[in-house]
């Protein structure tokens, strides 16, 4: 089984809407992250989380909120979705207590996001 | 805030061949990563590196972290068909930051 899962997977969906995107791990880490990767941009942090009363904005953070429900889960939302919120989402984890190591990070498989 | 520029931005090689990449940064960095991302998946690490000057190998790659610790490149031997994807090179500062710096990535393809 995966460790890092997202869900959905795909989505489709119209200007205007409320979207919620939803990462599990079974890895035991404390620390996630959500990133939106644009072809040729690269991945550009949206928000990072180091436990579950921590919540950081990353580079991109407008029109997107978080929600670490607990230390296994951390959703993203889009309010109020606009066509250039259409990318590929990923969420990852890190482990804190690697020491040097800690930066090494373990992605989900991805979401494609389509706002119509 | 810190940038890393990776180049190149693409590269078509022809299997057998061996290949080169690498990352810049106008900032220091005290860990270097790189990952591969395959199609319909997310990034793998594939080799982390901690010391200034650390040549480190996985298999038929190999990384360095660059003397200055401003740069890093990763070097593919002999290409086969399924190295074809992604690589990101990523940086950070601090050795736990917990948040990393990622290139814009090299897109490579082989041709059988």
């Known amino acids: 089984d995966a460790d890092v899962t997202q869900t959905p997977r795909n989505r489709i969906t119209k200007t205007g809407k409320r979207i919620m995107l939803e990462c599990s791990q079974t890895?035991?880490?404390?620390?996630m992250y959500w990133y939106r990767q644009d072809p040729g941009l690269g991945l550009r942090l949206i928000y990072y989380?180091?436990?579950?009363?921590?919540?950081n904005k990353g580079e991109i953070s407008d029109g997107y909120s978080v929600s670490r429900q607990a230390q296994a889960k951390f959703s993203l939302s889009l309010e109020s979705a606009i066509p250039n919120q259409t990318a590929l989402y990923f969420c990852?984890?890190?482990?804190?207590?690697?020491?040097?190591?800690?930066?090494?990070?373990?992605f989900g498989p991805g979401t494609r996001l389509t706002v119509l | 805030g810190q940038q890393l520029n990776q180049s190149p931005q693409s590269m078509f090689i022809q299997e057998g061949e061996d290949v080169s990449m690498n990352c810049t940064s106008s900032?220091?960095?005290?860990?270097w990563l790189w990952y591969k991302q395959e199609p319909g998946e997310g990034p793998v690490l594939l080799i982390a590196?901690?010391?200034?000057?650390e040549l480190t190998s996985n298999g038929r790659l190999t990384a360095q972290f660059g003397i200055t610790r401003k740069d890093s490149f990763l070097n593919i031997s002999a290409s086969i068909p399924s190295d074809v994807g992604i690589y990101f090179c990523?940086?950070?500062?601090?050795?736990?930051?917990?948040?990393?710096?990622f290139g814009d990535g090299t897109t490579l393809t082989v041709k059988p």
């Open positions: 900032s220091i960095f005290n860990t």
């Open positions: 890895k035991g880490h404390d620390r």
């Open positions: 590196l901690y010391k200034a000057g």
């Open positions: 990852a984890t890190s482990d804190s207590g690697q020491g040097t190591k800690s930066n090494e990070q373990f």
């Open positions: 989380s180091f436990d579950v009363k921590d919540i």
């Open positions: 990523a940086g950070a500062f601090n050795t736990n930051a917990g948040k990393s710096t």
